[in-house]
């Protein structure tokens, strides 16, 4: 007999089989673009030369690729000493390499009652690293220079152009 209880219980299964699909779609997507960076650091030259001279009062970000059936884009991003992004999730998959310099990744834990996330690490990343994250908030992250050098990295999103400053970051509080 059909019931809501067996109803829920169908729901639970699918949503758990789901999230496996989604999980390894997005593996093998994000593993597939991390093997292509290996010439990112070739693209410094696109950066304009007044970015790695002068500190805006924000870390910069400059458009170099969009996908011309705006499956994802590319962006240079820069970070003067002490220049950080804000906390957040993304609402797209993105992976990132550093092509100079050093950057300081601190992790967050969503906490799905007060909506907000809580610092539990941070790691270091530098020149050639490459890191991966998929949509959603179960990779929660900021990115700060702490050194006293100029930062570049490469960031690739599953977004248009038009989107790119609109629909990649969930802005996260802290707990
Ligand atoms: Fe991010």
């Known amino acids: ?18 999230d496996g699909v989604m999980q390894a779609n997005q593996n093998r997507l994000l593993n597939g673009i991390s093997l292509l ?8 030259p696109l950066l304009p030369p007044s970015a790695l001279a002068s500190a805006s009062s924000t870390y ?45 990744e601190r992790h967050y834990k969503w906490n799905a009652a007060t909506r907000r996330a809580k610092k539990c690490g941070q790691i270091s990343r530098h020149a050639g690293d490459v890191v991966s994250a998929p949509a959603g908030l179960a990779d929660i992250h900021q990115l700060v220079n702490q050194s006293a050098e100029v930062a570049v990295s490469l ?18 509080h802290e707990e």
Request: proline residues 2%; charged residues 15%; hydrophobic residues 40%.
């Open 1 to 18: 007999m059909l019931n809501s209880l067996h109803a829920q219980t169908v729901l639970n299964r699918m949503s758990v089989d789901i």
């Open 37 to 44: 960076l290996d010439e990112a650091e070739q693209l410094m």
């Open 60 to 104: 910069s970000r400059h458009l170099v690729y969009a996908d011309e059936l705006g499956r994802y884009s590319a962006m240079l991003l820069v970070w003067h000493p002490g220049q950080h992004s804000p906390v957040h999730g993304h609402r797209t998959w993105c992976t990132y390499k550093v092509l100079q310099g050093q950057l300081t």
């Open 155 to 172: 960031h690739i999103y599953g977004v248009d152009s038009e989107r790119i400053s609109t629909h990649v970051n969930y802005l996260i």
